[in-house]
């Protein structure tokens, strides 16, 4: 963990500096890039929320399912010993 500690501080100032050159290379076009940019993280994280909440419907019908199986196999097992 201490390897990385170090981006902390430096990826902030990385990506400040990066904006900075692309602002004096192509202008205001790297103010609105940004915007959208920044305007998109709050969809993002709503979609992630929505697609968690379905896995979590998904995964409660998965084990339903295999807890039916495992009862139905162990009904078989049960048959097929007293046979």
């Known amino acids: 963990m201490c390897t990385f ?17 692309l602002f004096h290379l192509l202008g205001v076009a790297v103010l609105i890039s940004v915007v959208v940019l920044l305007l998109t993280v709050p969809f993002n994280i709503w ?7 379905v896995q979590d419907k998904r995964m409660a019908v998965k ?3 295999v807890k039916l ?4 196999l162990n009904g078989i097992k049960v048959v097929k010993f007293q046979a």
Do not use: C, G, K, N
């Open 69 to 72: 199986m495992s009862e139905v």
């Open 63 to 65: 084990d339903e399912r």
């Open 5 to 21: 500690s170090m981006y902390v501080w430096s990826s902030p100032l990385l990506i400040v500096v990066a904006l900075v050159f």
């Open 47 to 53: 979609i992630t929320q929505q697609m968690d909440e």
